[in-house]
Structure formats: structure tokens, C-alpha cells
T-cell receptor, first 114, second 117 residues
């Protein structure tokens, strides 16, 4: 059973470009969480999605950031018009259902904005 | 909102010795879950141990155990017989017991553990 997959592992963008980060949850998992880790900091929650629904986006910046988890395909975290402050590691986690089931983390995508 | 505090940015332990990492949290909830995650240089987040707040018994996983003090809102991690492979960042995390918006994990800032020969 493959774990949570994220791609790309490393992404370099120039200021003003768009970044698209992909997350394929573990097989059978229908809940996806995105977290951001700034250098030398802990992970900060961004958004929680179920298939085709955003459940909690309280941690997501209001502008430039969006997330989706379509019925088919991976979850996408999209950052428009990136700025240097967006440079961070972005982690995706998935769980089977909402309750106490463990959130399994992917390896993360390291975004560097030049 | 819940907060998680790890007051030890760095810790060092000799191989085969025991080390304790501290974590405190603030919440008004009575039911919740607490976790310790390990993040080695590969950056992969690995669940080390978890504790349900309603359980009085401290969780144990092989060489890893916790000291859960609910009244004091303290959740420390003890690593026994430390090994070189234990060197990593360790994050304490909190999760509410509810659903929906309660599902997210709140992390502390981490403790970097060094293991020396």
C-alpha cells in the first residue's frame, strides 16, 4: 500500500509565477490536510478537504492560495503570484475518516521562490 | 484556540542514555488527542506515539513513552536507550476530539535532538 505521494518534491518559481503542488492520498483515504512549514518552525495547518469539499480553510491565506480535492485525481494546492515569503515546505496528510485515525504525511514539497 | 509550546529548542543525549522532551499545551477542551512526531533530515513526518486525553494510562511504544499530566496540561516524551537514529526534530501536536474543523493538528515549534557517541 503506497503511502501519501506528493509531487514535485522540489519546486522553484520566480516571483509572480504560479505554483501547483499535488498530493495523492493513501488508497482509500478521502480526507486530505495541507500544512506549511516555514524554515525552523513547526507545521501550520492550512486547509482540510474531503472529496469535492473544503471542510476547513481557516489556516489558508485569503489571497493567492486555493486548494481543491476533486472526485478524481490528486488534491491540488495552488499558489498564484508567488512571493519570497511563500518559500517553505508544504506537507500533505491523509486520513481514512475524520476521527482518531492517524494522519499519514507525505514527504513534502519544498517550494523556493527566487 | 489551542496552543502547543515546546520550550527546549535543542537537546542532546548520549547513545544508550535516556532523554525527556517537554511539551505543554493550552486548551479549554476536556477531550482531545496528543501526538509526538519525529522529523528526520529527510523531512518525512513520522508518528512516534499518541495519547488519548480520556485515558489515564500513559502511552508506550517500545523505547518511547509519555508522561501525560492532564491537569498540568503537560505531555513529555521519554526516549530510553537512545540510538543514533533517534536524532531528529521532534514535534508535539494537539488535535481536538471533534469533527470537521476540529480535525486539524496544532504543532509546537519543535525540539532538535542530537544523539552523541
Amino acid at each position: 500500500n503506497a503511502g501519501v505521494m506528493q509531487n514535485p518534491r522540489h519546486l522553484v518559481r520566480r516571483r509572480g509565477q504560479e505554483a501547483r503542488l499535488r498530493c495523492s492520498p493513501m488508497k482509500g483515504h478521502s480526507h486530505v490536510y495541507w500544512y506549511r512549514q516555514l524554515p525552523e518552525e513547526g507545521l501550520k495547518f492550512m486547509v482540510y478537504l474531503q472529496k469535492e469539499n473544503i471542510i476547513d480553510e481557516s489556516g489558508m491565506p485569503k489571497e493567492r492560495f486555493s486548494a481543491e480535492f476533486p472526485k478524481e485525481g490528486p488534491s491540488i494546492l495552488r499558489i498564484q503570484q508567488v512571493v519570497r515569503g511563500d518559500s517553505a515546505a508544504y506537507f500533505c496528510a491523509s486520513s481514512l475518516i475524520w476521527d482518531f485515525n492517524e494522519q499519514f504525511f507525505g514527504p513534502g514539497t519544498r517550494l523556493t521562490v527566487l | 484556540a489551542q496552543t502547543v509550546t515546546q520550550s527546549q529548542p535543542e537537546m542532546s543525549v548520549q547513545e544508550a542514555e535516556t532523554v525527556t522532551l517537554s511539551c505543554t499545551y493550552d486548551t479549554s477542551e476536556s477531550d482531545y488527542y496528543l501526538f509526538w512526531y519525529k522529523q528526520p533530515p529527510s523531512r518525512q513526518m513520522i508518528l512516534v506515539i499518541r495519547q488519548e486525553a480520556y485515558k489515564q494510562q500513559n502511552a508506550t511504544e517500545n523505547r518511547f513513552s509519555v508522561n501525560f499530566q492532564k491537569a498540568a496540561k503537560s505531555f513529555s516524551l521519554k526516549i530510553s536507550d537512545s540510538q543514533l537514529g533517534d536524532a531528529a526534530m521532534y514535534f508535539c501536536a494537539y488535535r481536538s476530539a471533534g469533527t470537521g474543523t476540529a480535525s486539524k493538528l496544532t504543532f509546537g515549534t519543535g525540539t532538535r535532538l542530537q544523539v552523541t557517541l
